[in-house]
Nanobody
Framework: QVRLVESGGGSAQAGGSLRLSCAASGRTFSGYAMGWFRRAPGKEREFVAAISWNGGSTDYADSVKARFSVSRDNAKNTVYLHMNSLDPEDTAVYSC????????????????????????WGQGTPVTVSS
């Protein structure tokens, strides 16, 4: 049974920070890209960040670039999303995703913005940012 479980969501003030974690079990994702996506109220899911199998390459949506940072600890089979300078526009349910075969040992995270690259998804953790 493959599971991705996000944690760390909650409420934050504008300008504040949160760290989201995504712990994987049932499968080792050390050889694959991982991604973060979010869905804001009334909006469709959008790409947030991606990280290559060994963390050597990262990519971010323009809306979060320079504010968010994605990292991973393959020994823990866990990926993180550090969110800084939070804005109310960041309010959304954040989901992590595990890459499929097409991302294996590839160091080009910028190519993995589309959800089609990911085979496994977490349930999501809500983030609410208030002014």
């Amino acid at each position: 049974q493959v599971r991705l479980v996000e944690s760390g969501g909650g409420s934050a003030q504008a300008g504040g920070s949160l760290r989201l974690s995504c712990a994987a079990s049932g499968r080792t994702f050390s050889g694959y890209a991982m991604g973060w996506f979010r869905r804001a109220p009334g909006k469709e899911r959008e790409f947030v960040a991606a990280i290559s199998w060994n963390g050597g390459s990262t990519d971010y949506a323009d809306s979060v670039k320079a504010r968010f940072s994605v990292s991973r600890d393959n020994a823990k089979n866990t990926v993180y999303l550090h969110m800084n300078s939070l804005d109310p526009e960041d309010t959304a349910v954040y989901s992590c995703a595990g890459g499929g075969r097409g991302t294996y040992h590839r160091n080009d995270a910028a190519n993995f913005r589309d959800a089609k690259w990911y085979d496994y998804w977490g349930q999501g953790t809500p983030v609410t940012v208030s002014s």
